[in-house]
């Protein structure tokens, strides 16, 4: 059964730092680039940051880059996301997913096969 299990999120303070986990089972982790992905209330679910399979190409929508990082550790099967220097804007429930397999358009959706369930991340001003 395929599962990615978000965690890490919570309520931190405007300027502070989260680190976001997903684990991922059910599946080959290794073969598939990893994305976050993030949904604030009554706005569409945006791109956040994707990694490729070995972790040496990393992309970022442009409010991430310079804050957030993505990393990933193919050998406990789980990819990062550590978001520093938060912002209120940046509250949302965040998403890790899993490309589906020989995909290369990671900003989008479609592009991804499995998703997880959500943390929620708040930031207070």
């Known amino acids: 059964q395929v599962q990615l299990a978000e965690s890490g999120g919570g309520l931190v303070q405007a300027g502070g730092s989260l680190r976001l986990s997903c684990t991922a089972s059910?599946?080959?982790?290794?073969?598939?680039?990893m994305g976050w992905f993030r949904q604030a209330p009554g706005k569409e679910r945006e791109f956040v940051a994707a990694i490729s399979r070995s972790g040496d190409s990393t992309y970022y929508t442009g409010s991430a880059k310079g804050r957030f990082t993505i990393s990933r550790d193919n050998a406990r099967n789980t990819v990062y996301l550590q978001m520093n220097s938060l912002k209120p804007e940046d509250t949302a429930v965040y998403y890790c997913a899993a490309a589906s397999v020989g995909s290369t358009l990671y900003t989008r959706l479609g592009s991804y096969a499995y998703w997880g369930q959500g943390t929620q991340v708040t930031v207070s001003s």
């Open positions: 059910g599946f080959t982790f290794s073969v598939h680039a």
